[in-house]
Antibody
Framework: QLHLVQSGPEVKNPGSSVKVSCKAS????????ITWVRQAPGQGLEWMAG????????KYAQKFQDRVTLTADKSTATVYLDLRSLRSDDTAFYFC???????????????????WGQGTMVTVSS | EIVLTQSPHTLSLSPGETATLSCRAS???????LAWYQQKPGQAPSLLIF???TRATGIPDRFSGSGSGTGFSLTISRLEPEDFAVYYC?????????FGGGTKVEIK
């Protein structure tokens, strides 16, 4: 398993952008896939995107395709979530999570997450 | 996308009882790529089960998963006080990954 530590809470104006980081440690970074899941206050879980750092390939939920970019810095084992054109309904906890590549080896999907970051609260308000 | 429907919405049980949670998929999960997570208030979710029936590392054997195709279930035997939480199923058979709406297991 990886140990994931996310950046701190953010308060943003509507229309602006936010960048949330997720630093991994504790195991071989290249053996894992990082996904991002968000949870609005009192609501359920919503998958947003995933990245395979070893290949720099990304997968995005269609809902976020035009507003989200994931990048990975392999030298620091850090993944970044960039969310643009923020709206009030983007107010949520944003979690990074990791799962072993071997769990979905040979398929085009992403693995479930056996390790999660602590979450980053992003508040969008004017 | 695959829609997951969890039932019941809330389950009221006493410690020591058995909880049975259901997760139904809108289309068949051909690889049985279904996971279950537990989430406690103020915490990130934690993985319990993957591949429908495989317990994640460190998960006690009172948690068991079963099912295939479109019907899956999570059984929690001999409920402990720390088991009262919200449980989510997730399919990773097909992108986009999707979650069910959750089942809250509360103390009766």
């Amino acid at each position: 398993q990886l140990h994931l530590v996310q950046s701190g809470p953010e308060v943003k104006n509507p229309g602006s952008s936010v960048k949330v980081s997720c630093k991994a440690s504790g195991n071989t970074f290249s053996d894992y896939i990082i996904t991002w899941v968000r949870q609005a206050p009192g609501q359920g879980l919503e998958w947003m995107a995933g990245i395979v750092p070893i290949f720099d390939t990304t997968k995005y939920a269609q809902k976020f395709q035009d507003r989200v970019t994931l990048t990975a810095d392999k030298s620091t084992a850090t993944v970044y979530l960039d969310l643009r054109s923020l709206r009030s309904d983007d107010t949520a906890f944003y979690f990074c999570a990791s799962g072993p590549r071997r769990w979905v080896f040979g398929s085009t999907t992403l693995p479930p997450a056996d390790s999660w970051g602590q979450g980053t609260m992003v508040t969008v308000s004017s | 996308e695959i829609v997951l429907t969890q039932s019941p919405h809330t389950l009221s049980l006493s410690p020591g009882e058995t909880a049975t949670l259901s997760c139904r998929a809108s289309q068949s999960l051909t690889s049985s790529f279904l996971a279950w997570y537990q989430q406690k208030p103020g915490q990130a979710p934690s993985l319990l089960i993957f591949a429908a029936s495989t317990r994640a590392t460190g998960i006690p054997d009172r948690f068991s998963g079963s099912g295939s195709g479109t019907g899956f279930s999570l059984t929690i035997s001999r409920l402990e006080p720390e088991d009262f939480a919200v449980y989510y199923c997730q399919q990773y058979d097909t992108l986009p990954l999707t979650f069910g709406g959750g089942t809250k297991v509360e103390i009766k």
